[in-house]
Antibody, heavy 121, light 109 residues
């Protein structure tokens, strides 16, 4: 059974870079059948797709965040990562990693439990 | 950009009764519409995709319908575990940009 687990600091200072990693177990991130995504949820903005990565390293970002987001994949560790730069309080949210089928690249059929990241000094 | 509008924001229904949740898209998404259930402290769970196909392990009291711009999630005979937040989501365009509705809270009457 596939499991996704987010990890990273729960507190980030304003203007700094938020960094999270998602570890995939019970399946290979190298599969050509899936994309791997980051999604966040905040009280003010609901659920927001941040971006996705394919095992090849191809990336796709939400235009509203594109200038600050980098998503990468490490197939040797079965992990993918999120970096969000120049964070503000508005970036405080629960961050989820998720899987999407290649055939429906924004249909998220499996999710991690989520990790709360607070932006505060 | 496709905007999804869910209604109502909150729906109060008694256990055992039927609940009907709506999702309207600002432009056609064909049948590329999914529904998710989210309980407090948990990640969203995929319920329905392709507007009407139940995901693996989802009870048949959950059903979806619609195409184009108007969609409905129906839960027949509500169980206690069904009271939660429900989101619709379109996956018609790529990259999706804005993709989720704002949610409907289904609460016990």
């Amino acid at each position: 059974q596939l499991q996704l687990q987010e990890s990273g600091p729960g507190l980030v200072k304003p203007s700094e870079t938020l960094s999270l990693t998602c570890t995939v177990s019970g399946g290979s991130i190298r599969s050509s059948s899936y994309y791997w995504a980051w999604i966040r949820q905040s009280p003010g903005k609901g659920l927001e797709w941040i971006g996705s990565v394919y095992y090849s390293g191809a990336t796709y970002y939400n235009p509203s965040l594109k200038s600050r987001v980098t998503i990468s994949v490490d197939t040797s560790k079965n992990q993918f990562s999120l970096k969000l730069s120049s964070v503000t309080a508005a970036d405080t949210a629960v961050y989820y990693c998720a899987r999407a089928l290649t055939s429906a690249r924004a249909l998220f059929d499996d999710w991690g439990q989520g990790t709360l990241v607070t932006v505060s000094s | 950009e496709i905007v999804l509008t869910q209604s109502p924001a909150t729906l109060s229904v008694s256990p055992g009764e039927r609940a009907t949740l709506s999702c309207r898209a600002s432009q056609s998404v064909s049948s590329n519409l999914a529904w998710y259930q989210q309980k407090p402290g948990q990640a969203p769970r995929l319920l329905i995709y392709g507007a009407s196909t139940r995901a693996t392990g989802i009870p048949d009291r959950f059903s979806g319908s619609g195409s184009g711009t108007e969609f409905t999630l129906t839960i027949s005979s509500l169980q206690s575990e069904d009271f939660a937040l429900y989101y619709c989501q379109q996956y018609h365009n790529w990259p999706p940009g804005y993709t989720f509705g704002q949610g409907t809270k289904l609460e016990i009457k």
